[in-house]
Nanobody
Framework: QVQLVESGGGLVQAGGSLRLFCAAS???????GGWFRQAPGKVREFVAA????????YYADSVKARFTISRDNAKNTVYLQMNSLKPEDTAVYYC????????????????WGQGTQVTVSS
């Protein structure tokens, strides 16, 4: 079992920055740590993933060059640095621990955090 706890969300003006944290307990991330988001009335979507063993990173086109995912192996923590935030980035952001399959798909993740709200005002 993996327990994931996110933090770091909040309200920020457009162009600002936030850093999200996801601490895992119970066991380590086995392959990928991922971030997803869900805006009101929309489906949950992939944001970014990091391969735990190599540090390789993957991003949705909508956040590429603005967001950076990273991890701290010793702390079993995944981070999401979000810069140049836009109002369309407003959503609940979820951290997830991968189980099997392609890192891009929600169904590939077996463990989820409770989510943290990010609101970007224009």
């Amino acid at each position: 079992q993996v327990q994931l706890v996110e933090s770091g969300g909040g309200l920020v003006q457009a162009g600002g920055s936030l850093r999200l944290f996801c601490a895992a307990s119970g066991r380590t991330f086995s392959s990928y740590g991922g971030w997803f988001r869900q805006a009101p009335g929309k489906v949950r979507e992939f944001v970014a993933a990091i391969r735990w063993s190599t540090g390789s990173t993957y991003y949705a086109d909508s956040v590429k060059a603005r967001f950076t995912i990273s991890r701290d192996n010793a702390k079993n923590t995944v981070y999401l640095q979000m810069n140049s935030l836009k109002p369309e980035d407003t959503a609940v952001y979820y951290c997830a621990a991968h189980s099997y399959g392609n890192y891009y798909y929600i169904s590939s993740y077996g463990y989820w955090g409770q989510g943290t709200q990010v609101t970007v005002s224009s």
